[in-house]
């Protein structure tokens, strides 16, 4: 039985992770991931670089579907390693500062003819 309250959508999207969040524009690499699945609130990353749970992460997701690129920072809740893919699987929690973003993402995921989904209201 699903726990969460939205909606997740298995696809993968080109992701760009950097430690530090809202501060992570400075020194430091960047790491290239990709989204599992996607939601409103969060996302399942592959990433063969770890975050320790409770970081907060500067992420840069291109959607792939919609051809837009979301920047916003997320909270790792989760991290597990993947052996058969040699990944880490890490589920982060979205830290939605815009509504824009919000938007950017029911528009994505949901599309424009479906209108809201009912846990929005």
């Given at each position: 039985m699903e726990k969460r309250k939205d909606k997740r959508f298995k696809e993968w999207n080109k992701v760009?992770?950097?430690?530090?969040?809202r501060n992570a524009d400075g020194p430091g690499p960047d790491i290239n991931?990709?989204?599992?699945?996607?939601s409103i609130k969060g996302a399942k990353i592959y990433s063969e670089q770890s975050f320790p749970v409770g970081s907060v992460v500067r992420?840069?997701?291109?959607?792939?579907?919609?051809?837009?690129?979301?920047r916003l920072d997320a909270e790792v809740r989760w991290i597990e390693?993947?052996?058969?893919?040699?990944?880490?699987?890490?589920?982060?929690e979205f830290l939605h500062e815009l509504?824009?973003?919000i938007m950017a993402l029911?528009?994505?995921l949901y599309?424009?003819?479906?209108?809201l989904p009912a846990s929005m209201y």
């Open positions: 760009v992770l950097k430690s530090g969040g991931a990709y989204t599992y699945d996607l992420i840069q997701i291109d959607l792939a579907r919609s051809q837009q690129a979301l390693w993947n052996k058969e893919e040699k990944v880490y699987e890490m589920g982060v509504s824009q973003t029911i528009k994505h599309g424009e003819p479906t209108g």
